[in-house]
């Protein structure tokens, strides 16, 4: 079910950012190219995979846009962004993130006290956005009824698991200077 994923994961050039090898895909940063057969393959396997008996999808800017957007139309949830800019719009929620290569403030408008929320990210590796994202979420109110990220890389995931939240990926990878090995899928066929 995977496979487009797993063949793009397996091609993706990397580059080094300090000491961190950067892996470079369509899902996780927008290029070269996001193919319409990819970004298919994925929502429909988040589809199969999430739980969607929910008010609202939350996603993250930048690279859970076109995420969240194909999710939403597919479902008919509507989709908050959680954004990287301050509107200052009235019940805005600021939280700090910090992830392995940056570190900045997130913002969260549109989300009301009680709503079920599925949260759909495109990469997890260390957490801190997802850590974040948490965080205004519960401070909004909203139960989080599901989180399914596409790659997850690093020790991230665990650290959600063990703060008590169920969380799925798509692919499981590492990556080093040779490359992307695929460790593990969602769908058993890597």
Do not use: W
């Amino acid at each position: 079910m995977l496979k487009n994923l797993r063949e793009s994961l397996r091609n993706a050039p990397i580059i080094k950012r300090g000491s961190y090898n950067y892996f470079i895909h369509p899902i996780s940063d927008g290029v070269p190219v996001v193919r319409p057969e990819l970004l298919r393959e994925v929502i429909a396997c988040i589809v199969k995979n999430a739980n969607v008996d929910v008010d609202k999808i939350v996603t993250i800017e930048a690279m859970g846009l076109p995420l969240g957007s194909a999710l939403s139309q597919i479902t008919d949830i509507p989709f908050i962004i959680i954004r990287k800019r301050k509107y200052e719009l009235p019940g805005e929620i600021a939280v700090h993130q910090a992830t392995g290569y940056s570190k900045g403030e997130l913002y969260l408008n549109g989300i009301d006290k009680g709503d079920r929320v599925l949260i759909v990210d495109d990469v997890i590796s260390t957490g801190g956005t997802m850590l974040a994202t948490l965080k205004a979420l519960e401070m909004a109110g909203a139960t989080v009824k599901d989180i399914i990220v596409v790659i997850e890389r690093g020790d991230g995931k665990k650290e959600i698991i063990d703060m008590g939240y169920d969380i799925k990926t798509l692919i499981k990878i590492d990556v080093d200077e040779n490359g992307v090995k695929v460790l593990e899928c969602i769908d058993g066929e890597c």
